[in-house]
């Protein structure tokens, strides 16, 4: 079955910049998740949704915001990108219906900022 | 809001070795308990996971941990490690569904 995909895979910006990242959840999980991960850091949580509403915010900052769509695919989108944004994003969706959360990841988006 | 520590950020062994990886969370509540693995330049995986029952589970790869209440500690077992094992281990804490990683462990195995 198909996992949680991300893309794009890699991504390059300039400082100032924007870029969007895209998540396709597995089907039939209703909640989606954004971790950011620094280089050597733990990942950290940004935002989750569940059925196309933010259900959770973390440590976004105010320049990104996100969106689920109506095919439950969510967006993360990035403006005036700062060297520090340089990270790898996962997403992850889970099928909260179930009691039983647990998350299942993408393979990331890599983002470098120049 | 939860947390997780984990300790011995970076941990070497041999092949054979055995492994135990420690974890203590911090949740005022019922949490689910999940160990990850992220082999070098890929993304989490789950290695297993502690909802409620045998608090011993059994996981991926001849992995277990073991959940201890009293002591609020999640602690990762190989009893011997293979080369392949050689990776970043995360414990995770789920309360209120979001998902709190621990600092991670940098486990590298010497063949």
């Known amino acids: 079955a198909a996992g949680v995909i991300q893309s794009p895979r890699h991504l390059i910006k300039e400082k100032r910049e924007t870029a969007t990242l895209k998540c396709y959840p597995i089907s039939r999980h209703d909640t989606v998740y954004w971790y950011q991960q620094g280089p050597g850091q733990d990942p950290q949580f940004l935002i989750s949704?569940?059925?196309?509403?933010?259900?959770d915010k973390g440590s976004i900052p105010d320049r990104f915001s996100a969106q689920q769509f109506s095919d439950y695919h969510s967006e993360l989108n990035m403006s005036s990108l700062e060297l520090g944004d340089s990270a790898l994003y996962f997403c992850?969706?889970?099928?909260?219906?179930?009691?039983?959360?647990?998350?299942?990841f993408g393979a990331g988006s890599r983002l470098t900022v120049l | 809001a939860q947390s997780v520590s984990q300790h011995n950020h970076h941990v070497i062994l041999s092949e054979a070795a055995s492994l135990e990886l420690g974890c203590n969370y911090s949740y005022g509540g019922t949490v689910n308990l999940f160990w990850y693995v992220q082999y070098p330049g890929q993304h989490l995986q789950l290695l297993l996971k502690?909802?409620?029952?045998?608090?011993l589970v059994k996981g991926i790869k001849g992995f277990e941990a073991e959940f201890i209440k009293s002591k609020f500690s999640f602690n990762l077992r190989k009893p011997s490690v293979q080369w392949s094992d050689t990776a970043e281990y995360f414990c995770a804490v789920s309360g209120n569904n979001r998902l709190a990683f621990g600092k991670g462990n940098q486990v590298v195995v010497i063949p």
């Open positions: 502690y909802f409620s029952g045998d608090p």
């Open positions: 949704f569940y059925e196309k509403m933010q259900s």
């Open positions: 992850a969706s889970s099928f909260r219906g179930s009691g039983a959360n647990v998350l299942t």
